[in-house]
């Protein structure tokens, strides 16, 4: 090829450059201004959890005081200094005379993951000795998992005992994960539950478990409805974080 035939195909290569770097430009511009488009509208992160947690609190105002045959005969008003929502009732059933104790609490998820803040009966109460297990709790949602622990041989009531269930709730299903904090650590709040029921006679520890599985049947699907159905939610939130993904 002579210099006068290479003078004639640099200027079609150039334009084929230009065109391909066009080409590949154009999708990569938009990609990032996708980006930084969506990055400019997300809420933060914080004020997601603000967000969250507020309308935990006014969801946690509907939660009925009678369900099926269990009825509130009791309520304490805790000052959870705003970190915390709370609920704390006693519910009795009315055909069997079973009385169950209710504490649920929303919180964030790296302190509640791990202890249930003071003030609460649960916290309060000083125990000598205390056996873990675990239960599935079948309900009209599905299986539900609970954490159990019995306690017995109180320091200020030494017949006195008492079987402890709890289990935790992002929004999803509700489960009882080994390590609570890596299961919750990204999510914007959580809610902790926990049922309680006091008995004096050993032999009756089996009929306490079943009391408070009772309720758990009864009350879990109504927390679903109340905590996370449609009503519940003002606006959705445009992102989740997660420290984990």
């Known amino acids: 090829m002579d210099r006068r035939q290479g003078r004639q195909w640099r200027p079609r290569i150039r334009r084929r450059i230009s065109l391909l770097g066009v080409l590949l430009f154009v999708p990569l511009a938009g990609a990032g201004?996708?980006?930084?488009?969506?990055?400019?509208?997300?809420?933060?992160?914080?004020?997601?959890?603000?967000?969250?947690?507020?309308?935990?609190?006014?969801?946690?105002?509907?939660?009925?005081?009678?369900?099926?045959?269990?009825?509130?005969?009791?309520?304490?008003?805790?000052?959870?200094?705003?970190?915390?929502?709370?609920?704390?009732?006693?519910?009795?059933?009315?055909?069997?005379?079973?009385?169950?104790?209710?504490?649920?609490?929303?919180?964030?998820?790296?302190?509640?993951?791990?202890?249930?803040?003071?003030?609460?009966?649960?916290?309060?109460?000083?125990y000598a000795d205390a056996r873990e297990g675990s239960m599935s709790v079948q309900t009209i949602d599905g299986p539900v998992s609970l954490n159990v622990e019995s306690r017995s041989r109180y320091y200020n009531v030494p017949n006195k005992r008492e079987t402890v269930c709890w289990t935790y709730s992002a929004g999803d299903n509700w489960e009882a994960p080994e390590i609570s904090r890596l299961k919750y650590g990204g999510s914007l709040a959580i809610n902790k539950l926990l049922l309680s029921n006091e008995y004096y006679d050993p032999m009756q520890e089996s009929a306490s478990k079943l009391a408070c599985e009772a309720f758990a049947k009864q009350i879990l699907p109504v927390l679903n409805k109340s905590l996370y159905g449609p009503s519940s939610y003002d606006k959705p939130l445009l992102m989740k974080f997660n420290p984990f993904d």
């Open 33 to 126: 201004l996708g980006w930084l488009g969506s990055w400019w509208l997300e809420v933060p992160y914080e004020e997601q959890q603000r967000r969250e947690l507020e309308r935990l609190a006014r969801a946690y105002e509907s939660i009925p005081t009678r369900i099926g045959d269990w009825e509130v005969t009791a309520e304490i008003k805790e000052d959870m200094k705003g970190e915390y929502t709370s609920v704390n009732r006693t519910y009795l059933n009315r055909k069997t005379g079973e009385e169950v104790k209710f504490l649920l609490i929303c919180g964030y998820s790296r302190s509640l993951a791990v202890r249930t803040p003071s003030p609460s009966v649960y916290v309060n109460s000083v």
